[in-house]
T-cell receptor, first 114, second 109 residues
């Protein structure tokens, strides 16, 4: 079946603009995660959804970042008033209901703030 | 101290070599251990997934977990140029996943 789908694959925006990044998880996966990966760096956790609720949003770097998930499926990550330090690859991952289910990642959105 | 430590490399080996990639971790509560492969401009792809101490083999790949030493390894036999990528270890505890920073591997033809 289809994997995790993210759009757009690339986004170039001007400093100060808002951006929305979209994630479509694997069908039936109830848990969804957002990570950020800066050049040459590891994965930085942003937020985790179980269904439509976000029990852990501890990784959001500032109040400019928000995320929502509707219908237990698609999620959007919104960055308001983008800054140059927001430039990174934003990765979405989903996993099944079983406790031991691993994460399956999309190919990410490469965000460049000019 | 990071919860998961991984040597960033780069690691450069000739084709056909056996590759050993390693991670150490500090939290003895970590239960599930994963290895991901990430090609340039792609998302991480799940390679191996294991729970218990010991070895798990899948083709040319062997994942090894030593919970007593808090040490995990990924071995790649008969390495190929197509194995050139960044390899990330990951561990799960409750609903959180903890990742190493990745080791960049280059297999030279």
């Amino acid at each position: 079946g289809a994997g995790v789908s993210q759009s757009p694959s690339n986004k170039v925006t001007e400093k100060g603009k808002d951006v929305e990044l979209r994630c479509d998880p694997i069908s039936g996966h109830t848990a969804l995660y957002w990570y950020r990966q800066s050049l040459g760096q590891g994965l930085e956790f942003l937020i985790y959804f179980q269904g439509n609720s976000a029990p852990d949003k501890s990784g959001l770097p500032s109040d400019r970042f928000s995320a929502e998930r509707t219908g237990g499926s698609v999620s959007t990550l919104t960055i308001q008033r983008t800054q140059q330090e927001d430039s990174a690859v934003y990765l979405c991952a989903s996993r099944g209901e079983a406790y031991n289910s691993p994460l399956h990642f999309g190919n990410g959105t490469r965000l460049t703030v000019t | 101290q990071k919860e998961v430590e991984q040597d960033p490399g780069p690691l450069s080996v000739p084709e056909g070599a056996i590759v050993s990639l390693n991670c150490t971790y500090s939290n003895s509560a970590f239960q599930y251990f994963m290895w991901y492969r990430q090609y340039s401009r792609k998302g991480p792809e799940l390679l191996m997934y294991t729970y218990s101490s010991g070895n798990k083999e899948d083709g040319r790949f062997t994942a090894q977990v030593d919970k007593s030493s808090k040490y995990i390894s990924l071995f790649i036999r008969d390495s190929q140029p197509s194995d050139s990528a960044t390899y990330l270890c990951a561990m799960k505890h409750f609903n959180k996943f903890y990742f190493g920073s990745g080791t960049k591997l280059n297999v030279k033809p």
